[in-house]
């Protein structure tokens, strides 16, 4: 690679880092602020955590939408213009969520944020693959993911600086001053070879049409599952785990925060890995595993006080620390024709399971306990993401230059 063309990956790498670093800032304030927000709208008592899990739900399923939206775009428009569409939607649905006044209005605020946030790290992850080399494309994924992941620890900083609208606005504004970093950013090479072709890019039905990319799609899924768990239960509703466990004083904020310092050195980690041992299976099997054991720790060994606790939640996320690595391996499962749609889709049908998994975690709560009931939920998505990881396609130093013939 010539000199210019690394200056140029570099950037590209940079960019699609700090895209990703302003997608999780906003992704994660919604649970870092839940609490305070929910009282200065003037929800009380048990409406705390079922309005909150409400709204949590409202922006994962604007995500779910949003991830198929912004996934056919890339593959029919260009990787950089879903970099650009989807960074000015969140930036200002950022921006009016600090202006709401009622939770109706916050409710439909986060749809629309989730959609704008569901396009960043696909076509960011997408762009970076087609870019690098071969050999070297996990690390600038890997770089990506981890920048990306300590936008949760400067929005735990900022929310616990300043008032939850603040928070909001600053989101806002920073999405705002990135759109001014991506002038000059270029397209794939890859894309641009098939931009003019009659082939079927972009074609989202075409992942249910065959039976063995449908299959590699869901086991791209899948694998993912325990990771949102995590986030989107144990650390998100952290506060309430902590009072079942007889530990006071636990803060979601904190939890966020110190859960994301850990997956950022779990991206760290597991991407280096995956480059080291040149396998995505093998670190994302270990990973689950890792995974596996610290859930049943944080449920079940975790009320030695605040300091335990909260240590929990760093490892909980070095273990949680595959998503560098899952969001390249979906990338590398499919053609260029359908690259962007997978790698958009998968990270947000991932984020999207938080809804079922919240709803069978709230409906069980009730006959068997908060701590029984995120057990049981645990266990549902560990078995799908052995089973798929078992039986995932190794990728690394696969050729990305191809199309899927549909």
């Given at each position: 690679m010539q000199e210019s063309g690394s200056k140029n990956v570099s950037i590209i790498v940079i960019v699609a880092a700090l895209g990703y670093f302003v997608d999780i800032y906003d992704l994660i304030l919604f649970s870092i602020v839940r609490i305070s927000s929910l009282k200065s709208l003037g929800v009380t008592g048990d409406s705390l955590l079922s309005d909150g899990v409400m709204l949590l739900n409202m922006q994962m399923a604007g995500m779910l939408l949003g991830g198929i939206i912004w996934g056919i775009l890339g593959d029919k428009r260009g990787r950089i213009s879903v970099l650009f569409g989807s960074i000015i939607m969140y930036s200002i649905a950022n921006i009016l969520n600090g202006m709401v006044t009622d939770v109706t209005q916050y409710a439909v605020l986060r749809v629309i944020a989730g959609i704008g946030l569901a396009g960043e790290l696909g076509a960011g992850i997408t762009l970076v693959s087609e870019v690098m080399s071969k050999e070297s494309r996990g690390y600038g994924t890997t770089i990506v993911a981890s920048i990306g992941i300590l936008g949760a620890v400067v929005a735990a900083l900022v929310a616990d600086m300043f008032e939850w609208r603040t928070a909001y606005y600053v989101g806002g504004g920073l999405g705002m001053l990135l759109l001014f970093l991506r002038i000059g950013v270029y397209e794939s090479g890859m894309f641009k070879n098939i931009r003019k072709e009659e082939i079927g890019k972009g074609q989202f039905q075409h992942l249910f049409t065959s039976w063995s990319r449908f299959t590699k799609y869901m086991k791209c899924i899948f694998i993912g599952a325990p990771l949102w768990f995590v986030v989107g239960v144990l650390i998100t509703f952290s506060d309430a785990f902590g009072k079942a466990l007889g530990v006071e004083g636990i803060v979601p904020a904190k939890s966020v925060m110190f859960c994301y310092i850990g997956l950022a050195m779990g991206d760290l980690l597991s991407g280096y890995l995956s480059q080291y041992f040149k396998s995505r299976k093998k670190i994302i099997i270990s990973f689950i595993i890792s995974t596996h054991l610290l859930i049943i720790v944080y449920l079940f060994l975790n009320h030695f006080g605040t300091f335990y606790f909260y240590s929990v939640c760093v490892v909980l996320g070095i273990s949680c620390g595959y998503w560098a690595v899952f969001v390249t391996n979906a990338?590398?499962?499919?053609?260029?024709?359908?690259?962007?749609?997978?790698?958009?889709?998968?990270?947000?049908?991932?984020?999207?399971?938080?809804?079922?998994?919240?709803?069978?975690?709230?409906?069980?709560?009730?006959?068997?306990?908060?701590?029984?009931?995120?057990?049981?939920?645990?266990?549902?998505?560990?078995?799908?993401?052995?089973?798929?990881?078992?039986?995932?396609?190794?990728?690394?130093?696969?050729?990305?230059?191809?199309?899927e013939m549909i």
């Open positions: 990338s590398e499962q499919f053609g260029t024709n359908l690259r962007a749609t997978v790698t958009t889709t998968v990270p947000n049908f991932i984020r999207g399971t938080v809804v079922p998994l919240t709803l069978l975690f709230q409906y069980l709560k009730s006959p068997v306990g908060i701590i029984y009931s995120a057990a049981i939920v645990a266990g549902i998505s560990l078995i799908l993401a052995y089973i798929s990881a078992v039986r995932l396609e190794e990728t690394y130093g696969k050729d990305l230059d191809y199309i």
